[in-house]
């Protein structure tokens, strides 16, 4: 195709054509994520690490957020559903056209929690919506003395 420039009919020996005459350049494909796990497993500050936010004011999700997280050859629209009791049985009405799944878990966390985000997580894997989809599951708060491996988790 044709193109003309004001740059590259004053410098006809250094063409920028590639540079001014290309148009945008193409959409990254989007997928739509799913971020689920108990209060205080590290589900916000993930996000915002991964948004390049800063650290300080992170704020425990109550209900929902949605964060586009920018990668080089996609953008994951993550939403991040609350991990409190009285939020978790409202999860599923958030499932639908979900294309992934990450799963947080506090691997220092004490037994009975522990016991509880294993038993969240059965359920999000056994659910019609979110059965056939990949799952990251992240053991967060490896940092932490009392943190189990992921061989224990």
Request: with cysteine; charged share 15%; aromatic share 8%.
């Amino acid at each position: 195709s044709f193109c003309v420039c004001f740059v590259c009919l004053a410098l006809p020996w250094q063409c920028f054509r590639a540079l001014c005459c290309k148009g945008p350049p193409p959409p990254r494909p989007e997928y739509d994520l799913v971020c689920i796990g108990l209060s205080g497993s590290g589900k916000t500050s993930l996000l915002s690490q991964l948004c390049s936010e800063s650290p300080e004011n992170i704020v425990s999700t109550t209900g929902f957020s949605i964060k586009a997280v920018p990668f080089q050859n996609a953008i994951l629209n993550v939403k991040e559903l609350g991990g409190a009791d009285n939020i978790r049985k409202y999860w599923s009405r958030y499932y639908q056209g979900s294309q992934g799944v990450i799963f947080v878990l506090d691997s220092a966390s004490s037994e009975d929690d522990l016991e509880t985000a294993r038993n969240e997580l059965h359920s999000a894997l056994q659910h019609p919506q979110l059965c056939t989809l990949p799952f990251l599951i992240l053991a967060n708060h490896q940092d932490k003395p009392a943190a189990r491996s992921v061989q224990e988790v």
